[in-house]
């Protein structure tokens, strides 16, 4: 019995510890692109206060004006890859839609054009290189990804009452999809 006890807490514990082990390159690339995507998710669609902040985490110098953005429930990232000096990491968002300008159509009814540009933007493999401050995202420049909470506030400042509506609809929806699926429509690691 004692043999048979000890063998069990032995592979319980081996279990429980089991982590992912980034490289310290793998490391501090992952904090950079986390930033990044808190920015992205967090920041106005349009205008010069989106750009400021994004622009020290990126290698191109000025951030392109976007009419159209995707509004999103949250993201998962992949574990980070070290190689040729670059790090890679993939990040698959939970899109609820696309907003344009005065419009928030839903993924779910969104008609040939918007689909494309959904199904191009939902999974993202950004690639990282070391600069002399550190590390900055190489590539893609890819179409802002905010969350509800910016989609909504650009909108209430517009006065485009019913497309916060249809934010706040999408909103409840995706909550509920989350739920369904297990999963917070947060920001998370896959690894």
């Keep these: 019995m004692r043999k048979v006890f000890f063998v069990a807490v ?5 279990c429980s510890c089991t982590t992912v082990r980034l490289t310290p390159d793998e490391h501090d690339a992952l904090k950079v692109l986390r930033r990044y995507l808190y920015l992205d998710k967090n920041a106005a669609p349009t205008g010069a206060e989106r750009s400021v902040p994004m622009l020290d985490l990126v290698v191109w110098e000025t951030e392109p004006a976007w009419d159209t953005v995707l509004v999103v429930s949250g993201w998962t990232m992949g574990r980070p890859q070290f190689a040729g000096g670059k790090v890679t990491a993939t990040v698959r968002y939970d899109i609820a839609g696309v907003m344009a300008p005065g ?13 494309k540009i959904i199904e191009e933007n939902r999974t993202i493999a950004y690639t990282l290189v070391p600069a002399s401050n550190g590390w900055k995202i190489e590539s893609p420049v890819t179409m802002p990804h905010i969350g509800f909470a910016a989609a909504r506030k650009s909108q209430e400042e517009l006065g485009h009452e019913n497309v916060v509506q249809a934010l706040d609809d999408a909103e409840y929806i995706a909550k509920l999809k989350g739920q369904r699926a297990g999963h917070c429509n947060c920001e998370r690691q896959d690894f």
Excluded at 10 to 14: R, W
Excluded at 103 to 114: G, L, M
């Design 103 to 115: 419009e928030f159509v839903p993924a779910e009814t969104s008609d040939t054009a918007y689909l």
């Design 10 to 14: 032995v592979a319980i514990a081996v």
